[in-house]
């Protein structure tokens, strides 16, 4: 089974790499600017996020095509903030998605506009997608934008780089990757379900998978920052151990965490309980999410 | 007259800046980023973007309130492209509105987050207009998004950044210009008409008038960069002679500069022959454009 679901995930992330290519090609952007912004937007990455939009949204039986635009801006959106999290002032980090950095390759100011821009572009995509009226695309427009904000993502980058060098507790820990990473997550199972029309009570469940799964990754992404190889990882490994960065790690040790990863992913797939077998992807999805290897 | 107009524009630009601190507070800002987000975008300025717009819905009788959001998400834009080109790796400026620039007060890495929230919030106001339909919503989404993106705002520095250490053509200035300062200005004057959902006739005639008064008032500037006093500025001036940058002065001289900046002053009042009477401030505000010493 684990096998079976890695192939489906790679199958799914090429048809969605395929689609952005012609997405990118179809966006007014200056000849200047192609390659920074394709670069790093075209170098792969699990492309976990416009995966799980697309589930939902068919789990509900929703406007796939629209749940695909939404993925895509998600893309946009979790794409800049690598390339400025990459950048010497942020995390100076020199390798991203198994190649150089943006910056390394384009130089630092170029580096900036291209994630400027992509964000532009990501609103400017949800803007047009016809296959949804008008009210959901402004739906989709806030949910976006709110997890990208100052209330979401940008905090929790903001809060990272404060904890840099201090000590933090668990709960700090939690508030850093709720707001860095569980604001998309969030996002992405939402959207999917912004694109269904779907009911409040199904919202709640999947705020409640989204959480946990979140969650889920993130505890897993640190384990693997300990016990991964750069090889497979496609970025640098111990980043976190040099910088002296507080992890799930530093604060429970590696058994510990391991266990925090598996309640997390029990109730990640509890949550999907009312949906029934219909949630099977889904639930499948958790269990990719905690035992990958990259 | 030049007097009453500049009267004008202070208590407009005053009444702005206190409906702006008040939209700020009631949007979800983390405690970290108060700071960085607020500073630069409440440091003042002329404001120009959003009087253009509520001027232009109100010549349109348009949703006064809806044009206000919109000239503010603009000068989120704006702002955050400002906080941006201050950086070190873009123009290395460190005075700003009369302020230190924010990179110089946070630190550059919280100067990248508060361009990248300021951009987030922008959109988040515009979907959440509520004096408007949906539709209109998404098409100042569109709108903004476009005029900010990799066709416009950012297509303008990434050209102006490679400009810098070249010699260039006029018509590869205009185009610079166009992009970077010529984008958002049509942008703000778009804007107000889509408020007031105008005819297409209209918008032709106000893309010539948005066209002309942001060619007015990028040669303005250029000339007043070398006759402008730095205190009258709240930036430094001479920057553009120091890095050899080309420039209307560098391309024509000091005095055909001044004839251009008065052709096309002209040519932005002319557009603006359909409306008649009714658009006696937006005629006024190109002589303000014209003739405004900082």
Known sequence: MPDKIEEELKDRADNFDEYLEELLAGLNIHPDLEDPVSYTLLAGGKRIRPILTTAVCRMLEGELRAARDFGAALEFIHTYSLIHDDLPCMDDDELRRGKKASHIVFGEARA???????????????????????????????????????????????????????????????????????????????????????????????????????????????????????????????????????????????????????????????????????????SELVNFVLERQH
């Not at 980058?157 to 933090?168: F, N, P």
């Not at 507080?246 to 949906?275: M, V």
């Open 112 to 282: 900036v506009l291209a994630g400027d821009a992509l964000q532009s572009l990501a609103f400017e995509i949800l803007a047009g997608i016809e296959e949804i009226d008008y009210r959901s695309r402004c739906r989709l427009v806030e949910l976006l934008a709110s997890a990208a904000g100052p209330a979401g993502m940008v905090a929790g980058q903001a809060l990272d780089l404060k904890a840099e060098d201090q000590d933090i507790s668990l709960e700090e820990l939690k508030e850093i990757h709720r707001a860095k990473t569980g604001a998309l997550f969030r996002a992405a199972i939402l959207g999917g379900a912004h694109c269904a029309d779907s009911e409040e009570k199904q919202l709640l469940s999947l705020e409640e998978y989204a959480r946990q799964l979140g969650l889920t990754f993130q505890i897993v992404d640190d384990i693997l920052d300990v016990t991964g190889s750069e090889e497979e990882l496609g970025k640098k490994v111990g980043g976190d151990e040099a910088g002296q960065k507080t992890t799930y790690i530093t604060l429970l040790g590696l058994e510990e965490a391991r266990k925090e990863a598996r309640a997390a992913a029990r109730s990640a797939r509890k949550a999907l309980s009312p949906f029934g077998e219909r949630a099977e992807f889904l």
